[in-house]
Antibody, heavy 122, light 110 residues
Framework: QLQLQESGPGLVKPSETLSLTCTVS??????????WGWMRQPPGKGLEWVGS???????HHSPSLKSRVTISVDTSKNQLSLKLSSVTAADTAVYYC??????????????WGQGTTVTVSS | QSALTQPASVSGSPGQSITISCTGT?????????VSWFQQHPGKAPKLIIY???SRPSGVSNRFSGSKSGHTASLTISGLQAEDEAEYYC??????????FGGGTTLIVL
């Protein structure tokens, strides 16, 4: 059974870079069937797509975050990572990693991690 | 591109049916048959309940069904149960290979 687990600092200072890792277990990240992505949810608000990546490194990003987002995969560790630079309080959210599949790579998000809370504050 | 439009809340009594709408544009909902619906209980991760407009993942109750007409997708829950009370989100693949979410709908079971 595929499981995704997010990890990283729960507190990040304004203007610094948020770094998160997602460890995939029960399956391989090196599959051309799937993309892997990050979503986030600010407190009391809705879901927002951050970006996604294939195991070969093809990436898609939210236009509103694209200039600050770096997503990568480490196939040797079966991990997905997210870096978000120049963070502000508006980046405070629960961050989820997830698996996508479907006809255009990211059309169906079928497995989610439990999420990790990141607070941006000095 | 803007988020998809969902009603803030809907309500229904046990046993009834309710429908949640998700309105987009020709660049997302209207242009692709790649609409998904998620159920999220408080403090929990979202759960996929409908994908590709009307397909149900294995293990999801057949009380949940999806459809689409033009630029609007819909989620219908029949035989409403107390455990269905949750937040529901739609999402759609959009042109330029991006993923959009709706603002979410709170389902209240009376």
């Amino acid at each position: 059974q595929l499981q995704l687990q997010e990890s990283g600092p729960g507190l990040v200072k304004p203007s610094e870079t948020l770094s998160l890792t997602c460890t995939v277990s029960g399956g391989s990240i090196s599959s051309n069937t799937y993309y892997w992505g990050w979503m986030r949810q600010p407190p009391g608000k809705g879901l927002e797509w951050v970006g996604s990546i294939s195991y070969t490194g093809v990436t898609h990003h939210s236009p509103s975050l694209k200039s600050r987002v770096t997503i990568s995969v480490d196939t040797s560790k079966n991990q997905l990572s997210l870096k978000l630079s120049s963070v502000t309080a508006a980046d405070t959210a629960v961050y989820y990693c997830a698996r996508h599949q479907g006809g255009s790579g990211i059309t169906c998000t079928d497995v989610w991690g439990q999420g990790t809370t990141v607070t941006v504050s000095s | 591109q803007s988020a998809l439009t969902q009603p803030a809340s809907v309500s229904g009594s046990p046993g009834q049916s309710i429908t949640i709408s998700c309105t987009g544009t020709s660049s997302d909902v209207g242009g692709y048959d790649y609409v998904s619906w998620f159920q999220q209980h408080p403090g929990k991760a979202p759960k996929l309940i409908i994908y590709d407009v009307s397909s149900r993942p294995s293990g999801v109750s057949n009380r949940f069904s999806g459809s689409k007409s033009g630029h609007t997708a819909s989620l219908t829950i029949s035989g409403l149960q107390a455990e269905d009370e949750a937040e529901y989100y739609c999402s759609s693949f959009a042109s330029t290979s991006i993923l959009l979410f709706g603002g979410g709908t709170t389902l209240i079971v009376l």
